[in-house]
């Protein structure tokens, strides 16, 4: 089974985070999607976004992980789950929501997975990172692209709210 899930609540400040995703132990370039951005350049936009904008928040982004069960992650090719998490990483931040996304595949467990990081604050606007769907239906969508990979589904389920009430699927 394929799991998305939103983390409610992270306690690293993003550079943490960003250290984090990058170490040589779990991943290495070509598994670094936000060709765009590298890690610092991702901070730095976030950072001047929250400061351009006063956003004063506690988190100045939002994470998201894509993981891929341990059949999966042993049969596929490593080509075809990146060639997925990019087109994943379009489905959760579309390249026209002027938002910035950091999107870095980890190979170092039994279960391949991704991790996403979306800034909170848009650059060009000001405006706060708003999902445009429920976790429902960003479920749904991711699963039509496995579909076409002939990969596992991802549970969807109904009616589940997250700590804080902010995130249901």
Not at 54 to 74: A, H, N, V
Not at 91 to 110: A, E, K, Q, R, Y
Not at 112 to 130: K, P, S
Request: glycine letters at 6%; hydrophobic letters at 30%; aromatic letters at 8%.
């Amino acid at each position: 089974m394929t799991i998305l899930k939103v983390v409610p609540k992270e306690r690293r400040s993003l550079d943490e985070m960003i250290k984090y995703m990058t170490q040589p132990a779990k991943t290495h370039a070509p598994l670094i999607l936000s060709s765009d951005f590298a890690g610092s350049l991702f901070a730095s936009c976030v950072n001047l976004s929250q400061e351009a904008w006063q956003q004063g928040e506690r988190s100045p982004y939002i994470q998201i992980i894509l993981s891929f069960d341990t059949k999966t992650s042993m049969e596929r090719s490593l080509s075809t789950l990146i060639e997925v998490c990019r087109r994943v990483e379009n489905v959760l931040c579309p390249p026209d929501s002027s938002h910035v996304i950091f999107g870095v595949i980890h190979t170092n467990t039994d279960n391949i997975h991704c991790h996403y990081l979306i800034g909170r604050t848009n650059f060009t606007t000001g405006q706060r990172y708003r999902q445009g769907k429920s976790l429902f239906s960003y479920k749904q969508e991711v699963n039509r692209i496995l579909t076409q990979y002939n990969l596992p589904q991802i549970h969807c389920f109904q009616g589940h709210t997250y700590e804080g009430g902010k995130v249901n699927d």
